[in-house]
């Protein structure tokens, strides 16, 4: 962790008991600074570290998560309010990641290129840009950080990680698995991001933002970055659809929506948001659904029988109320949920909606919580255009039995992932990020690693000899005037 002075401090609230689990210190611009200082200063050494070292240090990242898994798991939840089960997989899923960039990244050094003449020789080299400023949001608080500063490391840059105020706990705590690390290589600054982010961003010692969050924030990240010519990623804002096929087995087909729709209390930026469902088997698939959906159990994160905790805070809370709301005004028909339950905490009931108008504004929305719009679709046709209305484009999923229809609708939905058959089933070799404005550029895979490092070509004339098209230009004497 940066070194910050503690003169205020920011509180963390479990959201599943309203109750102060721990506070972190509001960090400044004078901490970010401190930080980048420290940075700069480890990268001068890293990026020269050898590729074998880098990939050892990253194991030791990766065994380190393992160890403290369990602690950092209760963390998570008791921060965020995902349920335990989740949130183990979460710490092991980093530690998978660690492993993964560990040996791409020692393998990832350039090739060589066909030289454009005889006795010279081309080749590219992969750059680490320099500080990294990874600001992380508060849904996976430490599997989207690892997505990020993996591959960071492994190409030899510097980090600067920045975690959502709202589930700083968990980084700080994992920050224990980073020690062996040159001093400096690996900071947290905690706190808000006008007083932080923007600072960290514009500030001359950072060289590459990374950003998950909402597309809102994203521009704004954008804009300060195009001012300063700085590389930026950005995972941004998704309103994910699902097409169900009159194909499939509605029980299959209703399962997989349930998980892919309410997962993490449906705060997953990936999330089915809207369903799309085929007239021939619409009124078997959404019984089924709602059936799954009302049987959800909703309580204690860390209870052995539930499936959905409770919403982040009582801001998203509100804000989802506040689109249930505009759901009822235009005459949505809820099949099941639509309220709080009786108890303490951020809790909402999972909730499915049907008969809402086709151009209402959830279409076009990111609605992050456990509120589901249904419709029904004549043909893959309507389900294709209704799937690609809106601004997003981060994540598409269809159900069916046809590889005709998967890959028809794989072609055509403006998507960066599209799963058949799998909803939100993830792979940390394959590239993510978004389409439209879900997004700018990749996260995971190789092309991961690529977003963290600049390519320099190398030209090499063999020859110590002069060339022959060099001035003085009178070689080309006698070649008469240029037409």
């Known amino acids: 962790m940066a070194e910050i002075t503690l003169t205020r401090t920011i509180q963390v609230v479990n959201p599943a008991t309203e109750e102060i689990v721990g506070e972190v210190p509001r960090g400044t611009a004078e901490d970010a600074d401190r930080a980048v200082a420290a940075a700069n200063a480890a990268f001068a050494h890293w990026r020269k570290a050898p590729g074998i070292e880098r990939c050892a240090a990253l194991h030791r990242v990766a065994g380190e998560l393992r160890t403290r898994k369990e602690h950092l798991a209760r963390t998570v939840t008791r921060e965020m309010g995902r349920p335990l089960l989740e949130t183990l997989d979460e710490v092991e899923w980093c530690a998978m990641v660690f492993d993964y960039y560990a040996e791409l990244g020692r393998h990832h050094i350039g090739h060589a290129i066909s030289p454009g003449q005889r006795g010279q020789v081309n080749y590219t080299v992969r750059e680490p840009y320099g500080v990294v400023v990874a600001i992380v949001p508060w849904n996976y608080p430490l599997l989207l950080m690892t997505w990020k500063i993996a591959p960071a490391l492994a190409a030899g840059n510097a980090v600067i990680v920045k975690p959502s105020e709202l589930s700083p706990l968990s980084a700080l705590e994992a920050a224990a698995c980073f020690a062996h690390l040159p001093e400096g290589l690996f900071q947290i600054v905690t706190g808000y991001g006008p007083e932080v982010g923007e600072p960290l961003i514009e500030h001359p010692g950072t060289h590459k933002i990374t950003f998950t969050g909402s597309t809102p924030t994203g521009k704004r990240i954008m804009a300060l970055c195009a001012e300063r010519l700085k590389k930026v990623s950005l995972e941004l804002g998704g309103s994910d659809p699902l097409i169900v096929c009159d194909d499939v087995d509605p029980e299959i087909a209703a399962r997989g929506a349930a998980w892919g729709a309410f997962l993490a209390a449906g705060q997953v930026c990936t999330s089915i948001k809207r369903i799309y469902v085929m007239e021939g088997v619409a009124d078997p698939f959404i019984a089924k659904l709602t059936e799954k959906v009302a049987a959800l159990r909703v309580g204690d994160p860390f209870g052995p029988d539930v499936d959905m905790g409770p919403l982040v805070s009582e801001q ?157 230009y009178d070689w080309a004497k006698g070649r008469g005037k240029p037409s």
């Open 316 to 472: 998203q809370l509100s804000r989802l109320e506040t689109q249930v709301s505009a759901m009822r005004e235009a005459g949505g028909r809820f099949l099941t949920g639509a309220r709080r339950p009786d108890r303490k905490g951020w809790f909402y009931e999972p909730t499915l909606v049907a008969d809402l108008p086709p151009d209402h504004p959830v279409c076009c929305q990111e609605v992050f919580g456990p509120v589901r719009p249904v419709w029904v679709v004549k043909d893959l046709d309507e389900a294709i255009a209704r799937a690609n209305a809106g601004n997003y484009g981060l994540g598409a999923s269809i159900m069916t039995t046809s590889l005709e229809r998967a890959l028809l609708a794989a072609s055509e939905v403006k998507a960066g992932t599209f799963w058949v058959n799998d909803p939100l089933s993830d792979n940390h070799a394959a590239p993510f990020g978004g389409m439209k404005q879900s997004g700018l550029g990749r996260e995971l895979g190789a092309e991961g690693l690529d977003a963290f490092c600049d390519v320099k070509h190398v030209h090499i004339n063999l020859k110590s000899e002069a060339k022959h098209y060099w001035f003085p």
